[in-house]
């Protein structure tokens, strides 16, 4: 079995998969990682949580976006399960051709989507949206070349934002709002918060079909932990909430040979 962990600015994404089919999903809060027993023991109970045996784990991987997590990972890994350990990063095997002025600034999240939406979607051309901390929006033509992309704050950092930077405005729960046009001001807030993010989208998508796909067909992906929100607002061709984790593994497969001990 596969242990496959996404680490984003507010949430660790874990996945377990066997034979590539996936048997255990979990989150726990990235702020809340603190040492390497205190997420080993963490593992362990998930682990056990989901009737599997800590032995039956043979291998870890992992792509992450925050760097003073990545000692603790990898000390976790190391402590806890005793088995070789996969960082997406740059240099490793993709199965895609970076466009990028500088492949190594690419999120690895990035890199797993992009690898997870050519594994299901291949010889397509695809526009990826990861809607988390920050939304991410991704271009991979049906020759597997990562375009490039658009990166915009998410929803919850828009909330913040207002929170932090006005006198009067609060926090809301980030929800698909009933109307376009609030009659409170914790409405207003959800309002433009949703639909704010939702008109951007249509635009970048727009934009990308007429300037990167010359008008040709494309298939939109949804992921992230908000994508399922817009499920009935015909953003997303389909909406696979574990793209990163699928890619992840994957990913694995390509570079198995080359994989080292934590």
Do not use: W
């Not at 045996?53 to 991987?61: E, G, M, T």
């Not at 003073?68 to 005793?82: A, G, Q």
């Not at 979607?121 to 991410?136: E, S, Y």
């Not at 991704?138 to 828009?158: E, F, H, S, V, W």
Request: charged share 20%; with cysteine; glycine share 10%.
């Amino acid at each position: 079995m596969l242990l496959c962990l996404d680490v984003g600015n507010t949430h660790i994404l874990g996945g377990i998969f066997d034979n590539d089919k996936q048997v255990a999903r979990f989150r726990y809060a990235t702020h809340l990682i603190g040492t390497a027993d205190q997420f080993g023991i963490f593992l362990l109970n998930i682990l056990q949580a989901n009737a599997i045996s800590p032995d039956r784990i043979s291998a870890a991987a992992v792509c992450s976006v925050v760097p003073s997590c990545d000692f603790t990972i990898r000390h976790t890994i190391s402590m806890y399960l005793k088995v070789p350990l996969f960082v997406l990063q740059s240099g490793v095997k993709t199965g895609l051709h970076i466009k990028y002025k500088n492949p190594g600034e690419v999120g690895a999240d990035r890199i797993a989507n992009a690898i997870g939406g050519i594994h299901h979607f291949p010889n397509k051309n695809l526009v990826i949206i990861d809607m988390g901390t920050a939304t991410t929006v991704c271009a991979i033509n049906q020759k597997r070349d990562y375009l490039g992309g658009t990166i915009l704050p998410g929803m919850r950092l828009g909330m913040e934002s207002l929170k932090s930077n006005t006198a009067k405005l609060m926090e809301v729960d980030i929800e698909a709002p009933s109307t376009y046009i609030g009659r409170s001001t914790r409405e207003s807030i959800q309002a433009g918060l949703y639909y704010g993010q939702l008109g951007a989208l249509k635009e970048i998508i727009a934009g990308y079909k007429q300037e990167v796909f010359a008008n040709e067909s494309i298939m939109v992906l949804g992921s992230g932990g908000f994508a399922q929100l817009y499920r009935d607002k015909s953003l997303f061709d389909v909406i696979l909430p574990d793209l990163v984790l699928q890619g992840l593994c994957m990913a694995y497969k390509l570079n198995k040979e080359t994989i080292q001990y934590a």
